[in-house]
């Protein structure tokens, strides 16, 4: 700051003994604050009058983004038994569901399916399923008046189906959790014998 | 300068009131140590959350409030007044204009503060950030404002220095500007001796309460310290002030430019987008005015360095000044939308918080206290030594605070949006995004404690440099002639240009800031400028929030929340809830993902007040009623969290199972909430009861789910209408419609 003219004139006056330099403002820090001030205009004239992205737009794209992958991955999926038996086997879906499982689920059912508040998903004890399907249609609608939420809202088809073969597919490692409730079921039919395509919506 | 010009009155004798200042300086040492303490205390419950001995009183929530209010109004305010109350008294070469105002001022502030130390552990609270008092109390303190605003200005009436110096601009405006914040955020319709509801809602709400919030950062914690510099530093140094120039543009650009800048703190949220783009900008705009006091501070010590090398008390205010440069750069950063996405909820903003506080606050307010103990108890200072001892632990103390905080928000922020491979969220379980934080929260809580241990050894100090105090205090006379009428301001310079326009003439000579001057000598005609200043900001913004209709689209499935939920409500308001949770979801795929649906203006029109929060300590809560209906769950969280969520660091609710709710209570509330606008019908004549049959409905719920708890006395127990308005939250969106009449009823409502 050498340069700068600062001639440290003193002003005549004096309050209790402190005086004043009657020197100029830097002039780094007035383009500065011009600058700062000039930006506005740009930036009022992209975003809120002329077409740079909303907030809302950004989502809208992210999630648009997220749905083709899902699309690109797994198909269109239709809640129904063969796909969500189908999906069972698909490793890597089951693998991308345990994060979601333990990020919603878990606090009722543990990350493990095992069971606290809500019911242990990994034992061959049910109490409002028989079929796999039936396990999409409680995370569909909830089972309010119990404590389980209803999902429908949050996922699409495809996410429902996944979910639901997730569940279905804790039961191959049962655990021993909280006790059993509801009756037993037979174990979930095979995949094939479901009559599944297995290229269907590859 | 001839005799006129000069307009000198008969000569006359006085004396300064120090007496006051002694006081005030003592008190800002104590309750810094209580405030300081208190956050000692709450950032160890962090890590061991059984620390507050599942004791309501000193319960996280309600000790937040506490230790932010102790540390702004009890802490800095005592500081500020002790400023004030010393440099305005030789800035005008007169006595305050009344001691017995003094005195009120005095005694009034600190029966305030013990009144906030007194309600917050009991529950008491507006729950608006900084604002928390309850409606008596804030009556109060408009009193106790008025009186300090009449012995300051009464002050400046009997001033014998014919101009104001730069301190007294930022005096003025922190009088001016405090009073108009905290009337106009604080208007709220009483439901009960100890209860009120805001008349603004929702949206609304949030803005009037970031416009008070942020502003009470400007105001508050920014001109006033200012003013203390600008006084104390140049004493301190003994050097000229850099530039008056400077001082002059930086003033008016602050005053004038912090007030749009509250929407900044609402980027992402449910608040009109031009709002939270104007306080972007602003902010932006702000960056240069602030540094203009740092510059302003820092350049006056050039030719000084060598002092500051030696003197204790120059180094504080070196560090200080440096800590607001910081900071001022970092809140415009903070405000850029993108950046603001990152950081805010994180604990990066309690890392910038405390660089200003501790840095900036702290350690002016420690050099100020250093440079006055001398000559306020007219002895040496009780230890050199330890003042020296103080400023480094000080300063190793802001570091081991603020260094590890900021990696924690940084890594909290990036924790939440990060993504894996296949698109879904990494990091599912909030609570492992928290567990990551508790070693830096152990350092923070060391750096915490030096920082508090340096407080405890000035207040030693001071207390023994009182201690050898001479008996009694000798009050030297002043004298300095009175101003007399008929005062000639000099010639206004002339144009130092040739040769160009007219305007271009004009230009020079009002950028040689002659006017100034004049205005300088007529502090009534400043003040005026600082209204105006301070209320064309608020106007622009405020005024278009509440009269755009587009700014919250109503939702026709929204409705008023039942007498229970709305005692829950206030529960979650006493409590302190919203210190650690927000309800805000942001339109962002990582927080729609872990959320839900991102929040809507139109679904927060019956909250008053509105809860967004400002941090999350614990996961959002606005969807909480569409991701968690199980009574028997809450019912187990609130009693020991960690029984439903491992690893988690919320504070256990054990009263809420045994203390009886009020359920005979919500009629008036139910009643001012109706006067407020709310369209309530058959809750006017007996929300008691339906409040009543609505815990039975949810108890039943409870035994359903786990029969377990029949027999349980839970049914008129706090936690029923707590999670009743639970189990309401975020749901209305979801609702089917209900019929036309509905629709209208709520279109009626919005303004």
Redesign the interface.
């Known amino acids: 700051m050498a340069e700068e003219p600062y001639h440290d004139k003193l002003f005549d006056h004096e309050y209790d003994g402190i005086r004043e330099y009657d020197n100029p403002m830097p002039a780094w820090w007035v383009w500065m604050f011009v600058l700062s001030a000039l930006f506005a205009f740009p930036y009022v004239l992209w975003y809120h009058i002329g077409n740079g992205p909303s907030i809302l737009d950004a989502l809208e794209a992210e999630q648009a983004a997220y749905a083709e992958k899902l699309l690109a991955t797994y198909g269109d999926l239709s809640v129904d038994e063969p796909t969500i038996l189908r999906m069972m086997e698909d490793e890597n879906a089951m693998l991308a569901m345990k994060g979601l499982f333990k990020g919603k689920c878990s606090q009722c059912h543990l990350a493990d399916g095992s069971g606290s508040v809500g019911p242990n998903l990994t034992d061959d004890h049910w109490k409002n399923v028989k079929g796999v399907t039936d396990i999409a249609e409680v995370i569909r609608t909830g089972i309010t008046t119990k404590g389980m939420p209803a999902w429908g809202d949050q996922f699409t088809e495809t996410q429902l189906v996944l979910v639901s073969s997730y569940v279905a597919h804790l039961r191959e490692n049962p655990l021993p959790g909280k006790a059993p409730e509801g009756d037993p079921i037979p174990a979930w039919p095979a995949a094939s014998a479901a009559g599944i395509d297995e290229n269907a919506g590859e | 300068m001839t005799a006129s010009a000069q307009a000198i009155g008969p000569m006359e004798t006085f004396h300064y009131d120090d007496a006051i200042v002694r006081k005030f300086t003592l008190a800002t040492l104590i309750w810094g140590v209580v405030g300081m303490l208190v956050g000692l205390v709450i950032a160890i419950q962090l890590m061991i959350p059984e620390a507050n001995m599942s004791s309501p009183y000193l319960s996280f929530g309600r000790l937040r409030p506490l230790h932010t209010n102790a540390v702004i109004f009890a802490f800095a305010g005592n500081a500020i007044f002790a400023a004030v109350y010393y ?1 305005t008294q ?2 005008c ?1 007169a006595r305050m204009f009344s001691d017995m105002l003094s005195a009120v001022h005095f005694w009034g502030w600190q029966a305030i503060i013990v009144s906030a130390a007194l309600s917050f552990p009991l529950g008491i609270t507006q729950s608006r950030e900084y604002a928390e008092l309850e409606w008596p109390i804030d009556i109060a303190i408009t009193l106790i404002w008025v009186v300090f605003a009449i012995n300051f200005f009464g002050t400046l009436a009997r001033r014998r ?1 014919r ?1 104001l ?2 301190a007294l601009w930022f005096y003025i405006a922190t009088i001016i500007a405090v009073a108009v914040l905290h009337i106009f955020n604080n208007l709220a319709l009483p439901a009960s001796m100890l209860k009120s509801y805001p008349i603004y809602a929702g949206v609304q709400d949030a803005f009037m309460q970031w416009w008070y919030g942020h502003n009470a950062v400007a105001f508050f914690l920014t001109t006033p310290f200012l003013g203390l510099m600008y ?1 104390f530093l ?2 301190a140094a003994n050097r ?8 002059i ?1 930086h003033f008016w ?1 602050l005053v004038f430019i912090y007030i749009w800048a509250g929407p900044h703190h609402l980027h ?1 949220t449910a608040a009109p ?2 709002a939270a ?1 104007l306080g972007m ?1 602003f902010s ?2 702000l ?3 602030s ?2 006091g740092m ?1 302003n501070g820092l350049l006056t010590l050039r030719g000084a360095w060598n002092k500051v090398a030696q003197d204790s008390i120059l180094k504080f205010f070196v560090v200080g000044i440096t800590f607001y440069g910081m900071s001022t750069f970092e809140g ?1 950063m903070l405000s850029i ?1 993108i950046v603001n996405g990152l950081s805010h909820y994180t604990d990066w903003t309690i890392a910038h918080v405390h660089s200003g506080a501790l840095g900036w606050n702290g350690f002016m307010t420690f050099g100020m206290i250093y440079w006055l103990a001398p000559r306020i108890f007219q002895t040496e200072i009780w230890s050199k030594k330890w003042m020296s001892i103080h400023f480094y632990i000080g300063t190793i103390g802001i570091l081991l605070y603020i260094i590890p905080i900021y990696v924690a928000g940084l890594t909290q922020g990036l924790m939440w949006r990060a993504f ?1 491979a ?5 990091y ?2 909030f609570i492992e995004t928290v567990q990551r934080l508790l070693p830096m929260y152990w350092i923070r809580a060391i750096g915490g404690t030096l920082f508090l241990t340096g407080t405890v050894m000035c207040l030693i100090n001071v207390l023994m440099t009182w201690a050898t105090r001479k008996a009694p205090y000798e009050v030297p006379e002043q004298q300095a002639p009175a101003l007399a009428g008929g005062y000639v301001d000099q010639p206004t310079p002339g144009s130092r240009l040739v040769a160009v326009t007219k305007l271009a003439h004009k230009l020079d000579v009002f950028s040689q800031m002659h006017w100034h001057r004049r205005w300088e000598r007529l502090p009534l005609l400043f003040t005026i400028w600082v209204v105006v200043a301070v209320l064309v900001a608020s106007l622009f913004e405020i005024v278009p929030t509440f009269l755009i209709k587009s700014n919250v689209p109503t939702i026709a499935t929204v409705t008023p929340y039942t007498p229970l939920e709305l005692m829950g409500r206030d529960i979650y308001q006493a409590e302190g809830c919203y210190n650690c949770h927000s309800q805000m979801i942001r ?3 990582h927080e ?1 993902e ?1 959320y ?3 929040s809507k203006p139109g679904e927060f029109v019956y909250d008053r007040p509105f809860q967004w929060g400002s941090r999350r300590i614990g996961p959002d809560l606005h969807r909480i009623g ?8 809450h019912v ?1 969280h609130f009693n020991r969290p960690t029984d ?2 491992e690893g988690s660091i919320m504070p256990r609710y054990p009263w809420l199972l045994t203390e009886t709710a009020d359920f005979d209570g919500i009629q008036s509330r139910i009643d001012t909430m109706a006067s407020l606008g709310v369209p309530y019908g058959e809750e006017l004549q007996r929300a008691p009861e339906m409040a009543r049959a609505q815990a039975t409905e949810i108890f039943n ?1 409870l035994i ?3 029969p377990t708890y029949a027999g349980s006395d839970l049914e008129d127990k706090k936690v029923i209408p707590m999670i009743a308005y639970m189990l309401r939250l975020g749901t209305d969106i ?1 609702k089917p419609l209900p019929e036309e009449a509905a629709t209208e009823e709520v279109a009626r409502l919005q303004p």
């Open positions: 440099s030789r800035l070469k220095e101009h110096y730069v006084y140049p004493k000229p002030v850099f530039s008056y120039k400077l001082s543009v650009s992402y987008a031009w783009t900008l932006l705009m960056w240069m005015p540094w203009g510059l415009p939308k894996d296949n698109g879904m969220l990494q599912t379980d339109p962002m795929r729609t872990r839900g649906e991102y569409q991701t968690n209906s199980s009574v028997a769950w187990r439903t969520s719920r359903e789910e786990d979801a």
